[in-house]
Structure formats: structure tokens, C-alpha cells
């Protein structure tokens, strides 16, 4: 594994096989780290974990949010992504409906 981009504390590593890992350097690699399969979406995770930013829209998957939620080490942030995940598979539901 190859670190091919760092943003503050996150580190975005390559196997040269189309997958990148996203690394929180403040946490343990086992439980701060997540499997992306492409790098500017691994940068994206970065970024929004970096400045606690909510997604604009609802593009993102319930992957990728659990991915920005297992990478970040702010509880007042999680707890936002969380409720933000839980409002998008709301909306979801309601579409079926």
C-alpha cells in the first residue's frame, strides 16, 4: 500500500488494484479505516469527515455514509451523519410508499 493523498489527519492509501483505503490517522487502523473504490470518492469521505460537512444532497450511499461515520473521531458529527442517514432511508421509504 501506497499513501497517494493526505488531507490533515486522513490518509488515502492505493493497492493499485481500484481500491483505496481512507485511514483517520487519530484512530486505530482497525477501527478508522474504510474501503472506497474510487479516489476522488475517497477523497470526498475525507473531506467531509475533515471539516464535518453534511452532503448537499442525498447522492451519497448508506455505504458512504457509514463510511464517513467509521472514519470520523467527532461524536457531535457521527451523531448528525447518523440522524442524516436515518432522514435519507426515511425519504426512501416514503418514495416506495
Do not use: C, W
Request: hydrophobic letters at 30%; glycine letters at 2%; charged letters at 30%.
Amino acid at each position: 500500500m501506497v499513501r497517494v493523498y493526505k488531507l490533515k489527519h486522513f490518509n488515502i492509501y492505493s493497492n493499485f488494484k481500484d481500491e483505496y483505503i481512507v485511514h483517520n490517522t487519530r484512530k486505530d487502523f482497525q477501527n478508522g479505516h474504510t474501503h472506497i473504490k474510487n479516489f476522488n470518492t475517497a477523497k470526498y469521505v475525507a473531506y467531509l469527515a475533515v471539516y464535518k460537512r453534511l452532503p448537499k444532497k442525498n447522492h451519497l450511499s448508506v455505504y458512504l455514509i457509514d463510511s464517513v461515520i467509521r472514519v470520523s473521531d467527532d461524536n457531535t458529527y457521527i451523531r448528525k451523519m447518523k440522524n442524516f442517514k436515518k432522514e435519507m432511508e426515511n425519504k426512501k421509504t416514503q418514495l416506495r410508499s
